[in-house]
């Protein structure tokens, strides 16, 4: 009876099988799993043939045009070109019978097929000619691939409901991005006469007077251009100051130079001003016409009224570009700076201000010196993997107060880290911010940036004046009373 009641249930487990299988038919699998990834098998073998046949040559070439291990899509061309490789490095001979020996030892052989395979591959006909073409093939058939698996990743990922979703966009974006930095190729060797007939040209054009041959941006500052050699891309410059100083002023007055003057497209993120707020200033400082006059009942006279409409045109033709996204996360400022130089050709970027930014990552929401020391490092990586010069306002701490002096770069708020992040720390401060009555109207202008880090020239003082009704700073001399 038992048996009988086996094969019945063995029966109907045999029926439902059936059942199931012509349910899901071939047509019902999804086609990313009845698909291969994508490759070019053939085309690894003749790489491998040439790079066995000519080591020195073809060797040469895969190191220079960044090749390795994980472009191969079969497992044993990956370990065949790994050994070869090792085998170049430690400077042994390679041919098919040392190469059958060393594959032997390492008890690979039968791995890839025996020496018949080996054999195969090393004498298989191919086009030396063709050699570089065969690489771009192979490396970029395992770029799709890696794009397959992070967006499969990145799929299952988003099925888990991830609770801070701007963070996961932002990995998945960075995750596309290291693709596309992991298939560039390794910079090739140079000569150091390659590079002496441009540094002659600018060391002659400094020596001539010249203020158009700066390696960076122009700040519209002689002095500040003089110490940094201009806004160069990949650094970071922090200028800090105590509330009140006129630091989105100067920030401004830099940005205004570089986006409506010298027309470079720039992108400005304030996380403290709204972005009309920002445009007003921009209007009045170029036209020269005080602020203090905007309001009910404004009369100008015919100059104004040109000088005005001047100023609107130029900033209309400006590539400038704003955001005032409150408490700005480093991933969305990373994410949105990413697609404007990708879109816009983004060459500056700018913040206002540091402080304001936020980090979502958990260990940043255990300490806020920990969060502001990642925002650092974050603005930083941006302006290196974006190749731009990054301006970042930040707060000093009271220490200018108490001392009733300069600040100094240990009244950096928060964290020692920007100190550490930063290329050029620049300190703003005005004396009659710490001053009352006749002094404080003597020395209202009266203005100093503090070049407190500078990592490729000097550090000294740069001087300045406030015009206050035009958000506006200028050059100017220094006083005599004034600490070098």
Known sequence: MEDQK???????????????????????????L????????????????????????????????????????????????EIITDMQDKGEAIDIMLLTEKLRSKDVLDNIGGVAELTDIATCETLHANFNAYLDLVKDKAVLRRVIHTCSRSSTDAY????????????????????????EEVS???????????????????????????????????????????????????IAARPSMGK???MMNIVEHVAVTNKHSTLVFSCEMPSKSLVQRLLF???????????PGLSMNKQEILDLRKAVSEIKEAELHLDDTPSLTIGDLRAKARRMKREKGIEII????????????????????????????????????LDVPIIVLAQLN???????????????????????????VGLLYRKAYYKEGDEKQEDDGDSVLVLAKNRNGATENVYLTFKKELMKFVHRERNDDEEE
Request: proline letters at 3%.
């Open 248 to 250: 989105t002023s100067f």
């Open 160 to 183: 888990t409901d991830p609770e801070d979703v701007s963070a996961f966009l932002d990995q998945f974006e960075q995750a596309v991005f290291e693709i596309k930095e992991s298939d």
């Open 188 to 238: 090739k060797d140079s000569m150091a006469k390659d590079y002496l007939t441009d540094i002659y040209d600018q060391i002659e054009a400094y020596a001539c007077g010249e203020q158009d041959k700066m390696e960076g941006l122009d700040t519209g500052y002689n002095k500040l251009n003089m110490l940094c050699n201009g806004l160069k891309g990949g650094e970071m410059f922090i």
């Open 285 to 295: 400082t170029r036209s020269g016409i005080p602020m203090n006059r905007m309001r």
């Open 398 to 424: 009271r220490g200018p107060e108490n001392r009733g002096g300069l600040p100094r770069m240990s009244d950096l708020r928060e964290s020692g880290s920007i100190e550490q992040d930063a290329d050029m």
């Open 34 to 81: 009845k698909r291969a990834l994508p490759h070019a098998v053939d085309v690894e073998k003749r790489l491998l043939s040439s790079m066995i046949q000519d080591p020195n040559e073809y060797l040469g070439r895969a190191a220079e045009m960044h090749l390795g291990k994980d472009h191969f899509y079969k497992i044993s061309h990956a370990q065949i070109f």
């Open 6 to 32: 086996l094969q019945g249930n063995q029966s109907e487990t045999i029926v439902n099988l059936q059942s199931a299988k012509q349910k899901f038919s071939k047509d019902d699998v999804p086609d990313a």
């Open 350 to 385: 700018a913040v206002d201000y540091l402080q304001l930014m936020r980090s979502n990552s958990k260990q940043a929401a255990s300490s806020r010196e920990r969060e502001i020391a990642e925002i650092s490092a974050g603005l930083k990586a941006v302006a290196k993997e």
